[in-house]
């Protein structure tokens, strides 16, 4: 297509390029069907923009005149407009609901329930309030397109996105699996073994199917004065930040960003979609008046960072071919102050530190000449430096008091009697580019009280680890299953809980209950849960703790486990628990064999809570090399055992 320049990157590139007056084209695997993450939301917002064009559907309306079974637990889900889903702005905390990845493997337990899900959450902001990211907006979005137009939301991409612009190969998990796309999809590794294909559950917020040259074309639609999906003035509601202050994120309807300084100083409106499921990542970028849409989609441990910086550098090529050249960022150079004034003291204390969804526990002290952050509730105890600057910011520096190629720049504001940290980054990735960011990431802690007991009770479960027992056999979650509870004195009444994909902090409220507390008005704000302990009889007749999240998830303490011996021969399935054991001493070295029924899954950890082998690898071999002190888990559905042969 003309003006479209389209990029597909696998896991072992060997990228060429055809390059013509108006289309840059790598060719690696453009063919291959690549799950597009997070750019899935652009089509549930197009869809809701169709529908909107039609006069059937109000951009300002409540979201219960189109889902009248929606509630939460505040009235103040009332004021929720349809708006506000697609532009981060609703308040709803939650990400994602259990069963979302699933490997080789479609199951609406994710669509089914949203509504159940959503029912029980409190609100992390008011509606219309901030913007901060958020999937769960976009499953309400999904089933308002079904109530609206009575399709589902797999057929309506079908019929009126997809077969509209010729994208023969999008579709959700639904048309994959059901092979309607045929075997086009991209080959995934973890490490060098093959595994099954991932599917995503929750289609609207991020299980659209596509090839590299479909979405490219899908941005396509976005062209001014191209009306082949979209009037100009539904492109034009989309593309209007939600709010006109700079120091937040520059979200539209559906877009991640719809300014980028890079662009805006040669007077170039580029707007920009970025997402991440595990082992897929994926960026599109579109300039509406140059006509210029790209696609790019990659395979295996990357990230939309990445993808984005290369989506970037191909924008700034096609851009050059129309004489319009776009240099790179410079970083900023803020002059440094020997002394830091004494009204600065206000400042310390504890905070809730974090970008894109991960939060960690901080404490900020100065000196008279630098300013220490200091990550509380792990090994790392080296503060990172920073130095104040002429205009009131501080820059962090490195031991030798100079700043750092990546800048970092920190501003302490205070809003509605809170203090906030906004950061600016500016990042080099050499061969790649920059980029440059601004946005909260963090919140001045109170001090939360709490009686000798609650706090006792938590302690006792610092350090404790525990697993997720109740997602489906075929949950990819399986891989990182592991959660830790961490106390410290440093920061009484509170609690990190801790996994390998990050951490959250939480307030003790109850010996029982530690809950989300952070207003942080940005996307460091994001998948909020709060946390319950309860005592929880299992499958195998024990009765202990149960870490349970609000998303859904269901962990138990490893010091519960059984111990898997010699002796084990048989392993009885449960639908919905996983059966877990920690591997004795004396199974060192051994190795097992196992028969387990179709549907049943095997995973097998080291003493570091690492993944060793999992049934999910395509063609596993049945022989399984058992560590010290690790774990196996058994998953399936009840009926199903799994026998065990020395």
């Known amino acids: 297509m003309a003006g479209t320049v ?26 291959r069907i690549y799950c597009i993450a997070s750019i899935s939301k652009m089509y549930s ?13 109000e951009l300002d309306a409540p979201v219960t005149k189109y889902l009248p079974d929606f509630s939460m637990n505040d009235e103040r889900y009332k004021d929720i407009t ?69 399709m589902s939301f797999t057929d309506y991409v079908r019929n009126n996105i997809a077969a509209k612009i010729g994208a023969d190969h999008t579709g959700t998990a639904w048309s994959l699996y059901a092979g309607d796309l045929g075997d086009a999809r991209v080959s995934l590794y973890r490490g060098f073994l093959p595994i099954e294909y991932p599917y995503q559950m929750t289609a609207g917020s991020g299980g659209i199917y ?28 989309m593309s209007t930040r939600w709010n006109d202050d700079a120091t937040y994120e520059s979200y539209g309807l559906g877009w991640d960003f719809v300014e980028q300084v890079k662009y805006e100083k040669e007077n170039i409106k580029v707007m920009g979609k970025g997402g991440d499921v595990p082992y897929m990542n994926s960026s599109l970028l579109v300039a509406p008046d140059e006509q210029i849409s790209i696609a790019v989609l990659t395979a295996g441990n990357g990230s939309s960072q990445y993808a984005g ?21 410079t970083p900023p150079e803020p002059e440094i102050k020997d002394i830091i004034p004494d009204h600065y003291q206000k400042y310390e204390g504890l905070y809730c530190c974090g970008i894109f969804g991960i939060a960690e526990i901080c404490r900020i002290t100065f000196d008279d000449t630098t300013m220490y952050k200091e990550e509380l509730g792990t090994d790392n105890t080296l503060p990172e430096r920073f130095k104040i600057t002429e205009s009131g910011s501080f820059v962090r520096v490195n031991d030798s008091g100079r700043m750092t190629a990546d800048r970092e720049i920190v501003y302490f504001e205070e809003k509605d009697g809170k203090i906030f940290i906004r950061t600016e980054l500016f990042a080099v990735y050499p061969g790649l580019g920059n980029k440059s960011d601004s946005m909260y990431t963090g919140e001045k802690m109170e001090e939360n009280p709490v009686s000798p007991s609650v706090q006792q009770s938590w302690d006792e479960l610092s350090q404790t680890v525990f697993v997720t027992y109740n997602e489906k056999w075929t949950s990819q979650n399986y891989e990182t299953p592991f959660y830790q509870i961490v106390t410290d004195e440093a920061f009484p009444g509170y609690i990190l809980a801790k996994n390998s994909r990050g951490a959250k902090a939480e307030k003790m409220t109850d010996e029982e209950h530690a809950l989300f507390f952070t207003s942080i008005p940005s996307t460091a704000n994001r998948d909020l849960y709060d946390i319950e302990i309860t005592e929880q009889t299992y499958a195998d007749k024990t009765s202990a703790v149960s870490l349970n999240l609000s998303d ?20 009885p399935l449960h639908s919905g628990e996983a059966v877990w054991y920690r591997i004795r001493n004396d ?44 774990y196996i888990a058994f998953v399936g559905e009840t009926g199903g055992s799994v026998k065990i042969f020395k």
């Open 6 to 31: 389209y990029a597909s990157v696998g896991n072992a590139v060997h990228a060429e390029s055809a390059q013509s007056e108006h289309t840059a084209e790598a060719t690696a695997s453009q063919d």
């Open 309 to 329: 910086l290369m989506a970037s550098a191909l924008m700034d090529v096609a851009l050059a071919e129309r004489g319009k050249a776009v240099s790179d960022l």
């Open 587 to 630: 199974m060192d070295g051994k190795s097992i064999a196992v028969e387990r029924p179709d549907n049943s899954a095997v995973f097998v950890y080291n003493k570091f809570r690492e993944l060793l082998y999992s049934t999910h690898v395509r063609d596993a071999v049945n022989t399984i090399d058992l560590p010290p002190d690790g």
């Open 82 to 150: 349809v708006r506000m889903l697609m532009n981060h702005t609703s308040g709803i905390p939650l990400g994602l609901p259990i069963n979302n990845y699933l490997y080789d493997d479609v199951d609406s337990f994710a669509h089914d329930n949203t509504l159940d899900i959503v029912s029980g959450l409190r609100f992390k902001a008011a509606p219309g309030e901030y913007a901060s990211y958020n999937n769960m907006g976009f499953s309400l979005i999904e089933l308002i397109v079904e109530n609206v137009t009575g």
């Open 552 to 571: 859904g998830t269901r962990c138990r303490s490893v010091d519960s486990l059984p111990e898997f011996t010699a002796d084990t021969t048989e392993i």
């Open 45 to 57: 917002t197009l869809a809701v923009m169709q529908l909107v064009d039609e006069g059937k559907v």
């Open 210 to 237: 596509a090839t590299a040259s479909d979405v490219a074309n899908f941005g396509s639609a976005f062209f001014t004065g191209n009306d082949i999906l979209l009037s100009d003035e539904a492109k034009t509601q």
